[in-house]
């Protein structure tokens, strides 16, 4: 499953054959996270890239009172790297944090960048890569401007499906702006609207 998941999402980008998707495969890592551990850190610079199998992570920083806050969420079938601090190689400013145990195929830089020698392709799909990486990253931060908490909230259900339920309150809440507790009422109301019986007309 492991492999398949991979290569089925690399052949969106080219046609790559059996051998190029074995030695691509052979370049990466099997790792595990448990909910907690980190990817990479504020601070560090990163030094690998990581393909989610299975799991959800975050991406979060602290603001200058300490406060913590949710920028958006990673799950299977992406990619997870700070493009900045692995690009310019400058330390990052957001934390990569495992929210459930989390499925990893980890490509260190020096093996990434062995792809660009063995397989003539890999430059320009790491550009494509990159580039869906960048604005699936904005989308995400991006996909909640409702002023209004519930709006948020029925955004992220449409938005995410079935992601709601694996993640933390406190981290969902943190994610749409609000506090845990107002995301509770906010759950409790719609799970009530939902469980109303339809009007008779």
């Given amino acids: 499953m492991t492999d398949s998941l ?3 999402f690399l052949l969106q980008f080219h046609h790559f054959s059996h051998q190029q998707l074995a030695l691509i ?14 990817f990479s850190q504020a601070g560090r610079v990163a030094q690998e890239i990581g393909f989610v199998v299975a799991g959800v992570f975050r991406v979060c920083y602290f603001d200058r009172e300490g406060t913590e806050h949710t920028k958006y969420f990673v799950e ?3 990619f997870v790297v700070d493009l900045q601090s692995y690009r310019f190689q400058q330390p990052c400013t957001e934390y990569v944090q495992a929210v ?3 499925q990893v195929l980890v490509f260190k830089a020096h093996a990434w960048q062995e792809l660009s020698r063995i397989i003539l392709v890999w430059p320009q799909v790491e550009q494509q890569l990159f580039t869906q990486a960048l604005l699936e990253k904005m989308n995400r931060r991006s996909a909640l401007v409702s002023p209004n908490g519930a709006a948020r909230y029925a955004q992220f259900l449409t938005t995410f499906p079935g992601l709601a339920n694996r993640i933390p309150l406190a981290y969902l809440a943190s994610y749409i702006g609000v506090t845990p507790q107002s995301l509770s009422r906010i759950r409790r109301r719609l799970d009530s609207q939902a469980s109303l019986p339809d009007a008779i007309s």
């Fill in 6 to 8: 991979l290569d089925h």
């Fill in 25 to 38: 495969r052979q370049q990466a890592l099997a790792r595990t996270y448990q909910p907690g551990d980190y």
């Fill in 76 to 78: 299977e079938n992406h």
């Fill in 100 to 102: 459930t145990p989390v």
